[in-house]
């Protein structure tokens, strides 16, 4: 009797220690559950298990059901990383992770095979570092903040940023695109390739809320036309990030940079994407950035060495200029966001080419 009954407490208390075992492990599952965010059964919150942006209702998303807010119902990921998120949506700007294995492995597969530079060579970018810093401060919790992209394209880099801030329900995205304008010859201010958003699944939805804005986001007129009918509302949220993912043509970007930069708000930025040396891009690059910082670390006065301003518009609004390969941010400091006449919001008629005196002098 006294052996069982020893027994049968060892093993008592041999169950007890393994069901705290199971509790604890079942208590830390369920905490880091909690804290990945999962909704529902599938990664769009949905339920149905698939990753479209779509309600699966057997209808058209034709943009008629005004409960849908596609530029804040973004689909929830189990955690707000922007390369995984960018490879979900298949957007450029963190493909080169997945081209690039290849491309070392055998040269000739290569997008550019005769760039010197290994990450040159592959095909996309790898830009989720520059946006998992820069963009961290509106990723969660109720922060106002208004972005637009340039260059809507086929939709995939404006569902990553939406999705990559889908818990900053105050966050409000702008989109602005040429290939959605009227189909036709180019003379008479149409656009002949056809249109590449309208394949999107939230291409009449942002439509109809005024959220993707089709033009030539290289003329000030249409810029200034939507900025203040549909962007700069009373009820908007402080405009805080504009992102240039355009034409990549050197002078739509300085149009950007020279429009938008006065106008975002204090500690906000405005990304250039494809600052690399193509024919297009190369002039922003060998240009306009050097002349950029340059006015970035400008005094002034007498006392030191002589010194003028490149860009009197940008100078007194920067704080800072931030690099990666191909991608630059623009700080705003805190100096208030400024509403400039049409003569200081395009870009300067010598910024491309008085480059030797502004940089080296003589200044006056």
Known sequence: ????????????????????????????????????????????????????????????????????????????????????????????????????????????????????????RTFGHFYDTIYEKWLAPYTSGDNPMQLLEIGFYKGSGFETYTKFLSNNKAAELHSMGISCIDAGPTDEGKWPWGNFAIAHSWYKPLLKQERLHCGDASKFEFLKDKWETKMKRPDSPPLKVVIDD?????????????????????????????????????????????????????????????????????????????????????????????ELEKEYSITPPHAFDAIPKCLFGPHE
Not at 256 to 266: A, M
Not at 267 to 278: F, N, R, T
Not at 321 to 328: F, G, K, R, Y
């Open 246 to 338: 355009g034409s990549h043509l050197h002078s739509h970007m300085a149009t950007s940079l020279f429009f938008w930069f006065p106008r975002i708000e204090p500690g906000g930025i405005l990304v250039v994407e494809d600052i690399q040396p193509s024919s297009e891009a190369n002039k922003f690059r060998t240009h306009i950035l050097p002349q950029v910082m340059k006015d970035l670390h400008w005094c002034g006065g007498k006392d030191d060495a002589p010194d003028s301003r490149c860009f009197p518009t940008i100078q007194p609004l920067l704080q800072g200029v931030h690099c990666e390969m191909h991608i630059c941010v623009f700080v705003r400091n805190d100096s208030p966001s400024v």
């Open 1 to 120: 009797m006294q052996i069982t009954k020893g027994y049968n407490q060892k093993r008592s208390r041999r169950l007890a220690v393994i069901f705290y075992l199971i509790l604890g492990v079942f208590a830390f599952l369920a905490f880091d559950f909690y804290l990945k965010g999962y909704q529902g059964n599938g990664s769009d919150g949905d339920g149905d298990g698939d990753d479209d942006g779509n309600d699966d209702d057997g209808n058209d998303d034709d943009g008629n059901d005004d409960d849908k807010k596609i530029a804040t119902r973004a689909l929830t990921t189990p955690r707000h990383d922007f390369r995984e998120i960018g490879t979900m949506t298949g957007t450029d700007k963190v493909q080169g992770y997945a081209t690039l294995p290849e491309c070392k492995a055998d040269r000739s597969k290569c997008f550019k095979p005769d760039a010197d530079h290994e990450t040159c």
